[in-house]
């Protein structure tokens, strides 16, 4: 009869107490890559080191991710949104049934892409909260009126979302100054 073998749960207070000396590393290095294709047949063992390696299915949270890529993406995801993991989750799966996920390339795509709407949204909403108090002042209020109907323009090429070409400095300063006008 086999004799079975628990794994031991160990408890953040119990490593602690456990004095495990650090072993400084030795011998050849073992490169970690990407891709399957970069390996030898000596080395192929180690790709299920690799962030990308989905032989194992990593579950968090009831959800299951088929690569370390995926949880980052979904993490990130949830935290720029922001929202929870579950809903972010929904962004890296690309078909329900079956159950298929978005490579990596896909994955790089779809995070810039809400990364790029949320921030922008939010550089909007901050810049109008900034205006609006500036130009609680009645001075300036006033040197905005006097520019009558010219385009405002803030000309900033190193900002494409507040300055050119969106120019949302420029459009919100036309808006307050029509505002302005009507009091």
């Not at 050849?28 to 890559?33: K, L, M, S």
Request: hydrophobic share 35%; charged share 25%; no cysteine.
């Amino acid at each position: 009869e086999a004799e079975s073998y628990e794994q031991p749960v160990y408890s953040d207070i119990v490593l602690d107490k456990i004095n495990i000396p650090y072993i400084e590393p030795s011998g050849i290095p073992i490169n970690i890559y990407p891709l399957e294709e970069q390996y030898t047949d000596e080395t192929i063992q180690y790709y299920v080191f690799s962030p990308l390696d989905d032989s194992i299915a990593i579950n968090i949270d009831q959800l299951s991710f088929p690569t370390i890529l995926h949880v980052v993406f979904t993490n990130l995801i949830a935290f720029v949104i922001p929202t929870s993991l579950t809903k972010a989750y929904s962004h890296i799966v690309k078909t329900k049934n079956p159950l298929t996920f978005y490579k990596f390339d896909e994955l790089l795509g779809i995070y810039t892409q809400i990364y790029n709407k949320n921030t922008n949204e939010r550089k909007e909403k901050f810049m109008k909260q900034a205006l609006d108090e500036k130009f609680k002042n009645i001075i300036l209020q006033n040197l905005l009126v006097e520019t009558g109907n010219d385009h405002l323009i803030w000309n900033d090429p190193n900002d494409s979302i507040l300055g050119s070409p969106e120019n949302m400095v420029g459009k919100y300063l036309m808006e307050l100054r029509q505002k302005f006008k009507l009091k």
